[in-house]
């Protein structure tokens, strides 16, 4: 939902409020309340008819209460199905060929790993020296899943990834995740100015992670 319905939505949050704080002051009336609230409503149902080329008006209902709840849902419903970031969708068929960092997807997945909507699951290996990824020993060895995000078709989104670290996912929608804790997803937030943003969180939590070999 894009940022100018949150921002008319709270206007008429705020000339409620307003008019509420009048009234118990002795400075207005519930009548001026109503006159306040389908103004709002009115500008909010103006910007929408014209951004998504819908005609709200004729879903009012008689008091301001229900105009607001009918045009919320109206347009609600319709910035949902309009709006493009919603078709971010994620995989993990990564190729054998494609170069992670000096890896390849064999070095982190068996083959049991598969996405299920937004649920992980299989056995993510334990890697060693992985350099490439970092240069903070820290974070050279561990478990990692690699996901692929199917980006919307869109020009000007931006993307943002976060387990417990934050980064920008790259052009080609791979994102490598060093595993910190299985109980806490893969957020990726997807932004683009005019459409809000969208917020999908990908479980690690069906993960099997392999331990490190121990040293003989």
Known sequence: MSNTYTKYASIVDAANAHVDSLIANGLATEADKATTIESAIGNLAKIYSEQFGVDVSENYSHTAADQMASLLEIVGSKAATDNPLTALAFDVDISDLTDLLGKTIDDFHDDDVEIDGLNVTGTIKYVTGYTAFSGD?????????????????????????????????????????????KNIPVVFTATKEGYGKVVKSVSLAGLTLEEPEEEA
Do not use: R
Request: charged content about 20%; aromatic content about 2%.
């Open 137 to 181: 020993p820290e974070l050279q060895h561990g478990n990692y899943v690699v996901l692929h995000a199917a980006v919307p078709d869109v020009a000007g989104v931006t993307i943002k990834v976060k387990h417990t670290l934050e980064s920008t996912l790259d052009a080609d929608g791979i994102v490598i995740v060093h595993i910190v804790d």
